[in-house]
């Protein structure tokens, strides 16, 4: 099992260069980046130019759908215009409703990673989009070697509430889990206070599998996920690493919050994936 980013960069390491292909760069920021990658061993950047932003995206969405690039990065693309390439219908390499951002952290004191989902990409999910973002997650922790990752479908409260919607689907997450329509192990719905310890859990009455040993936090929206990334990178110094999930070809995104390291950390694990999903 993967448990820090230090191992993620060597398994990467060990799988060898990829080629990825991402729209020539405007900025310094991706340009030093793309040399840092390549001097790591992680990658043989292809560079497209020529013509507008949405022609060069389609450009390098055919190259991977061709299998002439191993992985794609957004680079210096506008985010919207990025996400809309790769869901072009019968010209992308995703679906809008598959696809969804995880984002990972080190916890050093317990020697292991967890995940938070969804960062980037659902804003309000109804109840079919939180199942896939759930299942996107539990793949990815399969690709980091846990075979039974226990997840908390989070909340305000602990309780099913009818008056709080997120108390109500992550009751529902939980059972879907328990009647193995997920895999690994789903409670909910948890607040963050009960699923960080489970001597809080206790305390407040709950017999919990997941608490304290959580590995997955499904977060009910975008308002609360994004934040609470932010919080652990700009107030918890924490480093962030992410995996764009639901594309058939993996791809690195370039988020804002995200540091030169971290983006290194992305390549890493895309790479990592590209071994599970190759046909």
Not at 10 to 28: D, I, L, N
Not at 35 to 50: D, F, H, R, W, Y
Not at 135 to 154: Q, R, S
């Amino acid at each position: 099992m993967i448990r820090n980013f230090r191992q993620i960069l060597e398994k990467a390491q060990e799988k060898g260069r990829k080629r990825v292909a991402v729209p020539a760069p405007r900025s310094r920021r991706v340009s030093q980046f793309l040399a840092e990658a390549e001097k790591a061993g992680l990658i043989t950047p292809v560079l497209v130019n020529g013509g507008n932003e949405p022609e060069v995206l389609a450009r390098i969405i055919a190259m991977a759908r061709n299998g002439d690039v191993d992985l794609l990065f957004q680079g210096d693309a506008g985010m919207r215009n990025f996400l809309d390439a790769l869901t072009v219908r019968e010209a992308g390499i995703a679906e809008s409703d598959s696809l969804s951002y995880l984002s990972l952290f080190e916890l050093p004191s317990e020697n292991r990673l967890i995940m938070i989902t969804d960062t980037l990409i659902q804003s309000y999910p109804d109840m079919k989009q939180k199942v896939r973002i759930l299942e996107n997650a539990i793949e990815f922790a399969g690709i980091l070697g846990i075979e039974k990752p226990k997840t908390a479908a989070l909340s305000t409260m602990e309780l099913v509430n009818f008056s709080v919607p997120s108390s109500v689907d992550a009751a529902v997450l939980a059972k879907m889990s328990e009647r193995k329509q997920l895999k690994g192990i789903v409670e909910g719905p948890l607040d963050i206070d009960c699923a960080s310890s489970r001597e809080r859990a206790l305390r407040k009455g709950l017999e919990s599998s997941v608490a304290g040993r959580v590995d997955i936090y499904f977060l009910p929206n975008i308002d609360a996920c994004y934040s609470i990334a932010e919080i652990l990178i700009f107030l918890g110094r924490s480093t962030p690493a992410g995996a764009l999930m639901g594309t058939g070809v993996p791809v690195v995104l370039n988020p804002r919050f995200e540091s030169s390291y971290s983006l290194l950390l992305d390549t890493a694990l895309a790479s990592i994936r590209s071994q599970e999903i190759q046909p």
